[in-house]
Every structure is written in structure tokens, then in C-alpha cells.
């Protein structure tokens, strides 16, 4: 700021005299007018106050922008996160990752005996007690094994397996409807594909490891399921079926009647599927007749209501049973009743044990099978050991 000059006499400046303050009437009193010299000096005092306080307030405005105004914003999106966990619980599927193609030869590993009874491990189908010593006793399925088994009978080759002959067609009835909190399926059984001819005539090549005697029969089956099921940490054993498909068509664990693998050792026809002892008929693997096999494509429904899937994320890109969680499921988005939700389902892959391995909810008691408990703890699939063949 520039000096203030005081103006100029022409003659010699003389010293100002100091006064004494003039005390008015009132009492007030007033001072000799300051000099430009003091003027100036205020001025930079009242400025250099000023940057004071200014340099204060943005020290404090700083100290306060690191107090609790910030840890409200963090326990906003922690509670926003719980809160979309609870609708994603379990295994995350991984949308970018490349799972691979992992049984694109169609050799597949055998599942022979691979159950517990004491709880769920990846790879083992988790059954209840009651089931299981079914399974130790009863001895139907395939009479001998097929000459696909390879590696010492540890793997099978699909593409060497035989098939039922035959295509029949039959008049599926199938209905799928949700109301307030449960789903019914209304079903009779019978398959909206082609099945081979039952029982396997002494004549097709099939005969020779598989003497299925049994004749597909009409049902008239009633689920219902719960159309919002809960997500359990603690998983319940499975009895031999497991779920419906949306071909009309039971899903029955992946053992034969003597807890071996199904998909291995019965000879099924081309969609994979064969009547039990009752003609129910019924898969224990994944359809080929079921085209459209994406991981977001509900093709089926658990007992627990849980929906099931396909294995296929993309081209080449397949989940597998070592991708899933114990149960053989993961929490991703599908597509559920024409809507997109995130959502715990079962997947069926290509290998053992194809499909549910353990509930994740709480199954309803398959229909058709009276005397079963709800999770299916005191029989076999649908009844139990039939004749030759067994439950198959």
C-alpha cells in the first residue's frame, strides 16, 4: 500500500504540539486526531489480524472435516452392504472369469459311493441316514458294467455309452404357478421330449448292462414349494428325489439303488431319462434334451424351492462340481419367473454329482411318496427298491 504524504508548506514544517484530550460536558473524550504515520500502522495491524483469523478458521474447518461427519457416511454404506449380502449369501459366481470347458471330451469321473450322512462335502452327495441304508441294501440298477468305464473304472466315456432305443411321444400335462408365498407344480410326469421304450426289450443293444423292467406311467404329482425360500449356513440332508424339472420330469439324486453313480453305471435313453418301479419317470443327470442349459436359465425347482439351473456361463465356459459349494450351488442373477434377481440356485453340471447334493432350505415331501419324512430321511427314491432294476 502506497505512504500517505502529508501535504507540504512552503516553510520549514515545525513539530506538531501535543495536547492534552479535551474533556467535553458529557464527559466524552475526544482525542487529537491520529497521524498519517498512525493510520498506516493500524491498518497493517488490522490486516495481519485479519490473515490470523482467517489462517484459524481454515485450521479448524480442517480439524472438523476429519471428525465423526465422515464415519456416518462409512456406516451408511456398511449397513447398504449387509443389506445386499443378505439377498447374496453363499458362493459369488464369478461373471468374468473363464471356468473353461473342462469335460468337453465327455469323460467324466465316476461317483461310486460318494455320499456322507455325517454332513456336506463338494464332490458327495450329503444323504439322510434313512436313505443311506437303503442304498447300502438294496442291490437293483444296472446288472454289469458297461464298456464305457475306462481308467481303471474310476472315469466313463459319455460318447461310448449306450442309449434305450426307441422315441415315444406322450401328452405332458404341466403347470407352474405362484401364489402369495408358494409355488405349485402341477405335473403328470410325463416328458414334453421323447423317451426310449421301457422296459428295454431283449433286443436293443442295452439289454446286455441294463434290464430296466419297468413301463413309464402317467402320475398326478402336486408340489408345493416354497416360492421364497431362505438361504440356510446349515445345509439338510437329501432322500432320493431331489427336485422337479420344468419337462415335467422328476430329478432323482445321483445314485442308482445301490449307491452307485446313475449316471455311470444305468443305461438311460437319449434324453437321459427312465422310469422306477412305480413308472415314474425321472433323470439323474442333465438332460441333453434340455436345450437351453445357461447358468441364468431356471430349468427346474429344488424341494426346498431353491430354483435349478444349467451349467453354461458362455462359449466354452462351463461350471463344474469343484466350482460350486457343497450343496452344488452358487448365488447368481437369473432369470426367475420373466425378472432378473439375485438368487441362491442349484446348478446341474455334467459331472458327479450332477445336481443337488444338499438343501439349502427346507424340502416339502416329494408327492407320490406318503410315508417319506419332508427331506426324504426314510426312503429311497419314490417308494424305495422296486423289482429287478430297483429304484433305478
Known amino acids: 500500500m502506497d505512504d500517505i504524504t502529508p501535504p507540504q508548506n512552503t516553510e520549514t514544517e515545525q513539530p506538531t504540539p501535543v495536547t492534552a484530550p479535551e474533556v467535553t460536558p458529557t464527559g466524552t473524550v475526544n482525542s487529537a486526531p491520529p497521524s498519517p504515520k498512525g493510520k498506516r500502522t493500524g491498518l497493517i495491524i488490522g490486516l495481519a489480524v485479519l490473515v490470523i483469523i482467517v489462517a484459524a478458521g481454515a485450521w479448524f474447518l480442517g480439524r472438523s472435516s476429519n471428525k465423526p461427519a465422515a464415519s456416518t457416511n462409512t ?64 442291490s437293483g440298477g444296472a446288472m454289469t458294467r458297461g464298456p464305457w468305464f475306462t481308467n481303471n473304472n474310476t472315469e466313463y466315456d459319455t460318447n461310448k455309452k449306450s442309449h434305450v432305443n426307441g422315441s415315444v411321444m406322450w401328452q405332458a400335462d404341466f403347470t407352474n404357478t405362484v401364489s402369495g408365498s408358494t409355488r405349485t407344480i402341477v405335473t403328470n410326469d410325463l416328458p414334453s421330449h421323447p423317451t426310449g421304450i421301457f422296459p428295454i426289450a431283449s433286443s436293443d443293444p442295452a439289454y446286455a448292462y441294463d434290464r430296466n423292467p419297468n413301463t413309464i ?31 415335467g420330469v422328476a430329478l432323482f439324486s445321483a445314485f442308482d439303488a445301490g449307491g452307485r453313480d446313475a449316471g455311470a453305471w444305468e443305461v438311460q435313453d437319449s434324453c437321459d431319462g427312465h422310469p ?50 457343497e450343496c452344488h450351488g ?63
Do not use: W
Not at 280 to 298: E, F, N, P, R
Not at 370 to 377: F, T, V
Open 217 to 247: 406311467k402317467g402320475q398326478a404329482f402336486t408340489y408345493s414349494l416354497n416360492a421364497s425360500p431362505s438361504y440356510s449356513s446349515t445345509p439338510n440332508c437329501i432322500g432320493g428325489e431331489v427336485g422337479i424339472m420344468l419337462t
Open 276 to 325: 422306477q418301479s412305480d413308472g415314474i419317470y425321472h433323470y439323474h443327470t442333465l438332460s441333453t434334451c434340455i436345450k437351453d442349459a445357461g447358468v441364468s436359465t431356471v430349468i427346474g425347482f429344488a424341494l426346498d424351492g431353491f430354483p435349478i439351473t444349467g451349467p453354461k456361463v458362455g462359449t466354452n465356459n462351463y461350471l463344474t462340481t469343484s466350482d460350486l459349494d
Open 330 to 392: 452358487l448365488t447368481s442373477q437369473i432369470t426367475l419367473d420373466g425378472k432378473k434377481v439375485t438368487s441362491y440356485h442349484y446348478v446341474m453340471t455334467e459331472d458327479f454329482p450332477y445336481s443337488i447334493s444338499c438343501y439349502r432350505g427346507t424340502a416339502i415331501q416329494p408327492p407320490g411318496q406318503a410315508n417319506a419324512q419332508a427331506s426324504g430321511q426314510t426312503t429311497g427314491a419314490k417308494g424305495g427298491p422296486g423289482p429287478r432294476g430297483g429304484i433305478h
Open 75 to 138: 456406516s451408511k454404506t456398511s449397513s447398504s452392504s449387509n443389506k445386499s449380502n443378505s439377498s447374496t449369501q453363499g458362493l459369488q459366481l464369478d461373471t468374468k472369469k473363464n471356468y473353461g470347458n473342462k469335460y468337453a471330451d465327455g469323460i467324466l469321473p465316476v461317483g461310486d459311493s460318494k455320499y456322507t450322512t455325517t454332513g456336506p462335502k463338494v464332490g458327495y452327495g450329503y444323504v439322510c441316514s434313512n436313505y443311506a441304508t437303503n442304498l447300502q441294501q438294496d
